[in-house]
């Protein structure tokens, strides 16, 4: 096996296979190594979303968007992590970057209806800022297809994929109210069970499994190895350049010489506990912890940094991406982890703590809402919430893994998921919730959603808050009344989409010394890198929107200083970067 490479990427999600393919295109010769034995990382898992402002498909969404009022909006949501000339380069290359891969590769973007996380802050917007990988047919994979990281479990159905961002999804909520909508799902459905009965997965996938897709197919084509069970154990070093790794796979120990440098993108340390004890408050108090990520991302490029002088700090005040989850047993030792990405926000539906009351806006982000929790949770034993609904609610939208009427719920309440009570003192009791405090928490929220409104926390008050909503519940998409019972109840505790805090780095991605000297021939990329939002969740797509611009930079710094040549060639240093 060949073992001497220009560039060696230390894993293969979103970013490493972005820096690997910019690498490429520019005439390096590039090997990507991946310690699992499907490629695809946290991105095959995601929704695939790119928050990328100012980007062709966003113009045309909103074309009043500028340069200022994105920097407006990232310095208010960064506070004091702002970095301005990371936000600089961001914003002239993001653009840049979704150009090139459309251009040059496999990949195709699509633009969603996404408002801004924070629409109503400084320099926030109502749309055109998030796009989203297109839909794709796999077998274009070929023999690789199998490779390809499977989604989530949890959010499938029967192993089809859905897109929360446009109709499709919709469709289904509507399948047993619309004739056309039942049509849509009936084709849907024949069309997933012919898939399943010849390749045994889906192979028309979307969100995170399209552009992890879309993204390993630019990179075999190019004739880049994605050499799967091959983890990377450490950075050889030279002097104090990194000339190589050593990694250990089915062939056994195996060192790889690189000429031009090491890319760590390994995707974080979700699942390194020792680090996440340290830097998860939650985790700290001894609160239980479920993360939906990879479990391979156990931190392994942070800590070949640190090895060699690199610089990992615990730095920003929620150091993940926060995401309400539970915890679901499929039987037979199986157990799942769900993320709540959509039923926070629908109208019927409340959050409550132990005590019963609400503490914070259910449609807020999941990154808000994990936030919240946290703090609200700081003093007692666990940190934790129940989603609270009534039937009506239930059958129309579901609730976490349980699925809308006519899907039956009678194994899921069996199996203590779904708790169900004939009155809310009944649930309460069987749920572990203060009875009294969920009584009077659903009498006054009560009181006024019959009429729409939420004066307690102000659902609905905001263009996010609506857009993942009902929008046939009048005269406010997120609140309605919780009347009829049986009443129903999921406990969520916190988990994470990915990790904030990382390796510090230059713009360009080179890792730093304490000293704020570079060490030579090293790179990071993706979760590996701190992030540019300083703990910050401003937008869907904030992880890999500057995930894949900064990983575009890192390789084009990469090749300039490799001195090579190729259709994309342009300078991004630090010393000059673009205004």
Not at 52 to 76: C, F, W
Not at 105 to 129: S, V
Not at 204 to 233: C, Y
Not at 316 to 329: G, L, N, S
Request: proline share 6%; net charge positive; hydrophobic share 40%.
């Amino acid at each position: 096996m060949k073992a001497d490479y220009d560039l060696i990427v230390v894993g293969s999600g979103a970013a490493g296979l972005a820096c690997a393919i910019t690498a490429k295109k520019r005439g390096l010769d590039v090997v990507v190594l991946e310690k699992e034995p499907v490629f695809g990382g946290t991105t095959a898992l995601s929704g695939g979303v790119l928050w990328i402002p100012l980007s062709h498909h966003g113009r045309k969404q909103n074309p009043a968007d500028s340069v200022e009022a994105v920097r407006t909006y990232m310095q208010a949501e960064t506070g004091r992590f702002y970095d301005d000339e990371a936000v600089k380069c961001f914003i002239e290359n993001g653009p840049k970057m979704v150009d090139f891969f459309e251009r040059q590769t496999e990949m195709q973007f699509i633009p969603t209806l996404y408002p801004d996380y924070h629409p109503t802050a400084p320099g926030g917007a109502d749309i055109g800022r998030s796009i989203l990988a297109a839909p794709y047919d796999i077998r274009g994979l070929g023999k690789d297809m199998v490779r390809l990281k499977p989604p989530l479990r949890t959010i499938t159905f029967i192993g089809m994929m859905f897109n929360s961002s446009n109709a499709d999804l919709k469709h289904f909520f509507r399948a047993t109210k619309s004739l056309a909508s039942f049509v849509y799902v009936a084709k849907r459905l024949a069309s997933h069970l012919k898939e399943l009965a010849v390749y045994r997965r889906a192979v028309q996938v979307t969100s995170g499994n399209a552009l992890a897709a879309r993204l390993a197919k630019s990179a075999l084509d190019l004739r880049i190895p994605i050499l799967t069970n091959t983890a990377v154990e450490r950075v050889l070093i030279d002097g104090e350049h990194a000339v190589g790794v050593l990694a250990s796979g089915t062939n056994g120990e195996q060192r790889f010489s690189s000429r031009h440098g090491v890319v760590l993108a390994a995707g974080g340390f979700p699942h390194d506990l020792k680090r996440i004890a340290k830097a998860y408050p939650h985790v700290q108090r001894g609160h239980q912890h479920l993360s939906p990520t990879p479990k391979g991302n156990t931190g392994d490029g942070v800590n070949m940094a640190e090895a060699i002088g690199g610089v990992v700090d615990i730095r920003f005040q929620e150091p993940a991406a926060w995401m309400p989850v539970t915890r679901v047993d499929f039987g037979k030792g199986e157990v799942g982890v769900f993320p709540h990405l959509l039923d926070r926000y629908k109208p019927g539906v409340i959050g409550v703590l132990a005590s019963g009351r609400r503490f914070t806006n259910e449609s807020n982000s999941y990154h808000d809402v994990g936030a919240a929790m946290a703090k609200a949770c700081a003093g007692v034993d666990e940190t934790a919430m129940w989603l609270v609904c009534d039937k009506a609610a239930l059958s129309k939208y579901g609730l976490g893994y349980v699925k809308p009427a006519p899907m039956p719920i009678g194994g899921l309440v069996r199996n203590g998921y779904l708790v169900e009570g004939r009155t809310l003192a009944e649930l309460a009791a069987r749920a572990g919730i203060d009875a009294a405090g969920l009584e009077q928490t659903v009498r006054d929220y009560n009181r006024d959603a019959v009429r729409g409104e939420d004066p307690a926390f102000g659902r609905g008050s905001n263009s996010f808050n609506r857009y993942l909503a009902d929008p046939e519940q009048k005269p406010n998409p997120c609140v309605a009344p919780i009347e009829q019972g049986p009443f129903y109840a999921v406990k969520l505790v916190m988990g994470d989409l990915g990790t904030f805090d990382g390796i510090t780095t230059s713009v360009v991605g080179e890792v730093l010394r304490r000293d704020g000297t570079p060490i030579g021939g090293l790179y990071a990329v993706g979760n590996d890198r701190a992030s540019i939002m300083g703990g910050n969740y401003p937008g869907a797509g904030i992880t890999h929107g500057p995930n894949m611009t900064f990983a575009y930079v890192t390789a084009h710094h990469i090749a300039d200083r490799a001195g090579a040549k190729g259709a994309e060639a342009r300078q991004v240093t630090r010393e000059r970067l673009p205004v």
